[in-house]
């Protein structure tokens, strides 16, 4: 999995409790991506980070707010979570902008 | 609108057979495309990277074409095998755009014995 882990990998929550997902990768890479991925969907970008505290909105980031305060980590925050944020979540990595390896994903179910 | 459209949805077919899936897109500027195998359970693996100027390119026993006039590309699987059930994934990079990454709701290819 090109040196991304993510943790945990199963999560379930309840409505309204915070949550954090962590992407924590070991190739050094400037770009680092969270994504989406529900049935009928394609995965869909929530945020990105271009580098260490440079981060940028991606199609579906309400609700969700990210973080990057080391190169190797990238944290995805569920401030106040809703059934609508059921899905697995992916973490990517990359190089260039065009460039993407992904992690193994993590399930979230929110009750 | 930038978008990518994969056929078809779900395909079964035996082991040892061949298999075509199809991708169009109408993502401007192009910069390239990529399809990614995914395994249940599993984050998408890079299969393959075509540029403009590229029309084929292989992996083994996986053939992807380009005709960028045309904005489409298939994935050509040779003699199927087990481990080839997976959801295939077209995604096509636009040159320009915060987020120029554009994904295809996959093919769902189940090879069966």
């Known amino acids: 999995d090109a040196g991304i882990t993510q943790s945990p990998r199963h999560k379930v929550t309840e409505t309204g409790t915070p949550v954090t997902l962590r992407c924590h990768q070991t190739e050094n890479h400037r770009y680092m991506y969270w994504y989406r991925q529900d049935p009928g969907h394609g995965l869909r970008l929530i945020h990105y980070s271009y580098g260490v505290k440079d981060t940028d909105k991606g199609e579906v980031s309400d609700g969700y707010s990210v973080s990057r305060s080391k190169t190797e980590d990238f944290l995805l925050t569920l401030e106040s979570a809703t059934s609508s944020q059921t899905s697995v979540y992916f973490c990517?990595?990359?190089?260039?902008?065009?460039?993407?390896?992904f992690g193994p994903g993590t399930r979230l179910t929110v009750l | 609108k930038n978008q990518v459209e994969q056929s078809p949805q779900s395909l079964i077919i035996l082991e040892g057979k061949n298999c075509t899936l199809q991708?169009?897109?109408?993502?401007?500027?192009?910069?390239?495309l990529r399809w990614y195998k995914q395994d249940t359970g599993r984050g998408p693996v890079s299969l393959t990277i075509m540029t403009f100027s590229e029309n084929t390119k292989s992996n083994g026993r996986y053939t992807a074409t380009l005709d960028a006039d045309t904005k489409q590309s298939s994935l050509h699987i040779t003699a199927s095998q087990l481990s080839d059930s997976a959801s295939y994934i077209c995604?096509?990079?636009?040159?320009?755009?915060?987020?120029?990454?554009?994904f295809g709701t996959g093919t769902r290819l189940t090879v069966i014995p």
């Open positions: 995604v096509v990079s636009s040159e320009t755009g915060a987020n120029n990454l554009f």
């Open positions: 991708c169009n897109y109408t993502v401007s500027p192009f910069s390239n």
């Open positions: 990517a990595i990359g190089r260039e902008k065009v460039e993407q390896f």
